[in-house]
């Protein structure tokens, strides 16, 4: 009974934490731009993190130590330290947008000018990793996300013509209002939001800081391929809600309370009260993460100690790490750019990235000095590289499609 309690609660944290500012505004976007015509990206981009925070979280389970480690010693200082800056900017720009949402959130609860709320948020981020335990964190978190459900039970409500929606599903193509370009555009983004870097080296130092092994790989792997799943359909669902509300009345999703217009129509002020409770969960939750992963990144490749199982005065190099980060993510918002502005290019970088992420795990996926029996097996291999082509692809594309496209606009 205590196993499958663990299952249960993993999968819901992992449910309620997969959506962070990147899907939120990613998936709201497209769905008042594009209606459901990019939500096969949302399915394939839910595939790739499957399949290889599935590997990140086998070499946690086996050998003990975080895949980035591994990174640096299986394939050299070099290849570690171009890993190291693509992936560390990556994610210090998504932490910045995350302490960013955070504030808007709380702008949006309180009318309070959400500039103000920043410094408030980011010590609070800061407080939470430096007191709180890391089950705890994660668990407190990533059920408090679980009430994004209400974009969800706002579709239900909404009674939308259903038939209508599976036809823009199943046509992937843009309307005559939008061209090829811009459609390309904004799948690629949505592609780097399901496939961001930090999750899956958060994913696997967060295995190690809860001591996972060999006794722990079912309980990860229904995590994964269950919990992550139901997360990505929480993410068609503010799809849905955008295109059902948005799409019709050409209103596109640029703030927060845009966004949670559909919830504010079907369901009150009850339901934008539940649903920003969800988004400060889901944005204050990757804020810890993405601060973490921060850490970890530089602390794990010059080979410090790290992580919260450690007592702060032995890890301290990490903790500094930690809270300089935090600290220039605030200077940036004060600055007083948009952070829905820094989330939209983050997700793009992101994409742009993501081989120097995935090709080294899918290298030490299969290296027995690690994992021993526990390598990849032919099917892992097939649909890893397959996804490798995709994330290549994605890669080339980015960039280009967003000097053409304007960012998008």
Known sequence: MKRLLAITLGILTAIGGFVD?????????????????????????????????????????????????????????????????????ITFLTLTAEIGGVALALELASSVHYLLWVPLAAFAVWVVIWRVRFKRMEEIFGLLGLCLLAFGVAVWQLGPDWGALWTQATHPAPDGSEGWPTYAFWGIALFGAAMTPY????????????????????????????????????????????????????????TLDQLVTPVT?????????????????????????????CGYTVAQYFGWQWGKYVRPREASRFHVTVLLTILTGVLI?????????????????????????????????????????????????????????????????????????????
């Open 199 to 254: 999750e899956v080296f958060f994913f696997s130092s967060g295995g190690v800081e809860e001591h996972w092994s060999r006794r722990d790989l079912g309980t990860m792997r229904a995590n994964v391929f269950i919990g992550f799943p139901l997360g990505g359909l929480l993410s068609l669902c503010i799809m849905a809600a955008t295109a059902i509300v948005l799409l019709p009345r050409g209103v596109e999703v640029e």
């Open 265 to 293: 129509e079907s369901l009150g002020k009850v339901g934008l009260a539940v649903v920003l409770i969800g988004i400060f969960a889901a944005t204050f939750g990757a804020a810890l993460e993405t601060g973490l992963s």
């Open 333 to 409: 918002l004060c600055t007083t750019v948009d952070p829905v502005l820094v989330t939209e290019y983050s997700i793009v970088l992101s994409a742009a990235a993501l081989p120097l992420t995935y090709l080294p795990i899918l290298v030490v996926a299969n290296d027995p000095d690690y994992l021993g029996e526990h390598t990849n097996g032919r099917f892992a291999n097939t649909v890893g590289t397959v996804y490798l082509g995709i994330v290549l692809v994605a890669s080339l594309a980015a960039i280009p499609l967003m000097i053409v496209t304007g960012a998008g606009g």
């Open 21 to 89: 500012i990147g899907d939120l505004v990613a998936n709201g976007l497209v769905g008042a731009r594009f209606g459901l015509s990019l939500a096969w990206v949302v399915i394939v981009g839910i595939g790739g993190i499957c399949v290889y925070a599935e590997m990140c979280g086998r070499v946690a389970a086996i050998s003990g130590r975080p895949v980035f480690d591994i990174v640096r010693e299986r394939l050299g200082p070099r290849w570690g330290v171009t890993n190291l800056l693509a992936s560390f900017l």
